[in-house]
């Protein structure tokens, strides 16, 4: 591994080389750097070499860091992992960003902890597009009804659909699994709700899912190197 520049360069390269293959602009593409289990300092580097979107998924560990660089500007929060209902009020308060939304009550308990101070939280539904048991995730279909609850929600702006595919899927199988989030966002786009993001792709299969159409790759290992969990 190189230093968090080295890598970080190497990232933007990956997705630019995908982009390109797939007749996309990279600017379409944004990186959100996941930096869970890693120091504020590891974040404060990565910001140093311009970057802005981080990814966090422990609440407290993740409003730990918020609060630590609450003085850096620009920074947007990306809460990524699964959200406990004791956590809505703490994620509600600090963060911009929720990809794990897979069910009511949660969306409902950030809504009513969303600060009407803060711009609305924007929000990912995500989908269990592999089938596993112990996968988070609404199952394929079951997008719809949460779309239309969080419509009606206020302090919820649904912006798009999230998913994680099977760890060790060969290439062609990741692709089947990133083209069914695609498809499913067209078919909510379909019905009218205004989705402009595909949120899917981390270090190891980023390629595949730019391919089909990841507007934002979730990526940790390939800036950060190895985590201890
Ligand atoms: C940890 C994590 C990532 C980053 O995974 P890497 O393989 O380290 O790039 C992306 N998305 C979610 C939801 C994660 O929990």
Redesign the pocket.
């Known amino acids: 591994m190189g230093t968090i520049a080295e890598n970080l360069q190497a990232v933007h390269e990956r997705i630019a080389r995908a982009a390109a293959a797939a007749g996309r602009s990279a600017n379409d593409i944004e990186l959100v750097a ?1 930096s ?1 289990t890693l120091p504020a300092a590891s974040v404060e580097a990565a910001y140093r070499c311009g970057q802005r979107h981080f ?1 966090e ?1 422990q609440a407290q560990e993740g409003v730990e860091k918020v609060t630590a660089l609450a003085a850096l500007p620009g920074l947007t929060w990306h809460f ?2 699964p959200i406990q209902g004791n956590k809505t009020r703490a994620v509600a308060e600090h963060f911009h960003w929720v ?2 939304l897979d069910r009511e009550r949660i969306a409902t308990r950030l809504a009513a902890a969303r600060p009407a101070a803060l711009a609305p939280l924007q929000v990912c539904i995500q989908v269990n597009v592999s089938g596993e048991a112990s996968k988070s995730g609404v199952a394929p279909g079951g997008e719809l009804a949460l779309a239309e609850t969080i419509a009606r929600l206020p302090r919820l702006a649904l912006r798009g659909l999230m998913a ?1 595919p099977a760890p060790h899927a060969g290439e062609a199988a990741q692709r089947r699994q990133f083209a069914l989030l695609r498809r499913l966002k067209e078919a909510l786009n379909v019905r009218g709700h205004a989705l402009d993001t595909l949120s899917m792709g ?3 299969d980023l390629e595949a899912a730019v391919a089909e159409g990841a507007t934002m790759v ?5 800036i950060f190197g190895a ?1 201890r969990r």
């Open positions: 996941v869970k990814g998924n990524i992992g990809h794990g994680i981390m270090s190891a979730r990526v940790g290992t390939a985590r």
